[in-house]
């Protein structure tokens, strides 16, 4: 079981950054492919970006160019830095954690952009 803990999430001003963390609870950290999800009110949960191991990332193209994932192993923790924030950002982020069939789910954070 791998707990995962995210922080950094608040209240920021569109146009705004803020950088996400998140914290694993595993000594084989660097295997794990982390991802940050965010669901908003009345919508499904989406995938927003994603790194391997080795570093490969993947981004939704609706954050491309203003999100970056990030992470260090050293220190079992995965960054999403996010700026340019608009309000269509607002959501609950979710860290995750996936490796084969194992996949771990953090408590989630709140992100509100104003406008």
């Known amino acids: 079981q791998v707990q995962l803990v995210e922080s950094g999430g608040g209240l920021v001003q569109a146009g705004g950054s803020l950088r996400l963390s998140c914290a694993a609870s595993?000594?084989?950290?660097?295997?794990?492919?982390m991802g940050w999800y965010r669901q908003a009110p009345g919508k499904q949960r989406e995938l927003v970006a994603a790194?391997?191991?080795?570093?490969?990332?993947n981004y939704a193209e609706s954050v491309k160019g203003r999100f970056t994932i990030s992470r260090d192993n050293a220190k079992n923790t995965v960054y999403l830095q996010m700026n340019s924030l608009k309000s269509e950002d607002t959501a609950v982020y979710y860290c995750?954690?996936?490796?084969?069939?194992?996949?771990?789910w953090g408590q989630g954070t709140q992100v509100t952009v104003s406008s």
């Open positions: 995750n954690a996936l490796w084969d069939w194992r996949r771990y």
């Open positions: 595993t000594s084989i950290f660097s295997i794990y492919t």
């Open positions: 790194i391997t191991g080795g570093g490969n990332t």
